[in-house]
Each structure stands twice: as C-alpha cells, then as structure tokens.
C-alpha cells in the first residue's frame, strides 16, 4: 500500500509539471520551461536512466549509442520522428520505473516525497514541450497518459530482461533528441547582424538567460535523483 502511495506522488507530481506548462501561455515562460525541462531531462538521463539500465547488462551502454546514432541519422530526413521517439522513450521509461517504486522503494517519506515532485514535475514538462506540434490539449493529453504509466509498470509484472534493454535504448534517443532540441533553442536567440559586426538579443531572451536555465533544471534532477 505504502509502495503505491509513491506511485501516486510520481504521476501527481508529473501531470503538475504538465499542468503548468498547459497553463503557461506566454511563449517566453514557455521556452524557459523547455530549457529547464530539457536541461533536466540530459541530466536524468545520464544520472537515472543510463545506470538503471545498463546495472548488470552490460549491453546495454550498446544500446544506448544505438538509440543516440539512430536518431542522429533519422534527424537529417525528419524532424518529428526524434521528438515522437523521446516521447515513446519517456513513456517506456514510467513503467520501468513504475515497476522499480513496487520493488525497491521503502514507505514514502517527506524527503521521498520532495523527491517525488523534483523529479516527475520537470518531466511533464518535457512531455508537453516535446509535442510542439501538436494542440495544447492533445499535448496535456498524452502527457497524462504518460504519467499514467506510472502505476502500469507498479501493477503488470515485467521482468528487466525486458525493461532494462527498451530504458537502454531509450536513453540514447532522449539525449540525443533534447540536447540537439535545447542546443537549436539556445543558439536561436541570437541572429548575426553583419552589418554590425556583432549579435543581437530577440525577444528579451539570451544565451545566457537560458543555460543557465537549462543548467538549474540539471541541478533539479541531481537532487532529485539523490532523494527519491
């Protein structure tokens, strides 16, 4: 029982994070929540995803260069397909740690509980920042059934020799899309103005604003992976 209280804590905490990014309308906000959601997502994956999969299969860092290069290749025919592909990852990666919380996870706590919201609040932004090109309702939608996958792993048995290799491709194909993502995001705030010989700012945003940002998401999800 206490185990399913976390899960609980997990997809409360995720749909929030989506929630304001839904409720967010100013597209200054919003881009500095995808660089914060973003900034969060690289570091989860190296700090949370890569360990839990490749923890006793080995293999699995093969996996993860696999999901890295094949997005790499499939980005100079579309677009879409990498953002779509980290969505899917995200989702397989909720189960997997649906799966870990009934397994692993002591009676939640305060601290488990911060963890909690500092962990699952910045990816329910990613989700919703992902779906760019979707309508703001479909994107909370299915930024809700993602988070909803939570409790799915926790309930349906799936053994890791399953879990482990589909998180290990996942994680290649999530670094690769939100980095590439937050470095496009980053470098279009600045335009060169020959005639001037130097850059200018656009829209009251800067490279540095939004590193720094993307930075703080980061230390987010170090603490968060530190406390849950």
Do not use: Q
Not at 29 to 35: M, Q
Not at 83 to 91: D, I, N, R, T
């Amino acid at each position: 029982m206490e185990n399913y209280l976390v899960v609980a804590a997990f997809v409360i905490a995720e749909l929030l994070g989506a929630l304001i990014y839904f409720k967010t309308e100013d597209s200054v906000k919003r881009t500095l929540l995808t660089c914060l959601g973003l900034g969060f997502a690289i570091a989860v994956v190296l700090l949370d995803i890569i360990p839990d999969a490749t923890e006793d299969f080995s293999a699995g860092y093969w996996l993860v260069v696999i999901g890295f290069i094949a997005m790499f290749v499939a980005g100079f025919y579309t677009k879409s397909v990498g953002k779509y592909s980290a969505v899917l990852g995200l989702a397989i990666h909720n189960i997997a740690e649906g799966v870990i919380i009934t397994t692993e996870f002591g009676p939640i706590s305060p601290i488990l509980a911060v963890g909690a919201i500092l962990h699952k609040l910045p990816e329910g932004m990613v989700s919703f920042s992902l779906l760019d090109e979707l309508e703001d309702k479909t994107r909370f939608a299915i930024a809700a059934l993602i988070a909803l996958l939570i409790p799915v792993g926790a309930i349906i048995p799936i053994s890791e020799s399953i879990t482990k290799p589909l998180m290990a491709l996942s994680a290649g194909v999530i670094l690769y899309v939100v980095g590439s993502l937050l470095i496009t995001i980053i470098s279009k705030y600045y335009v060169t103005e020959i005639d001037r010989g130097k850059l200018s700012k656009k829209h009251d945003l800067n490279i540095t604003t939004l590193s720094s940002v993307a930075v703080f998401g980061a230390v987010i999800a170090w603490i968060s992976c530190l406390m849950a």
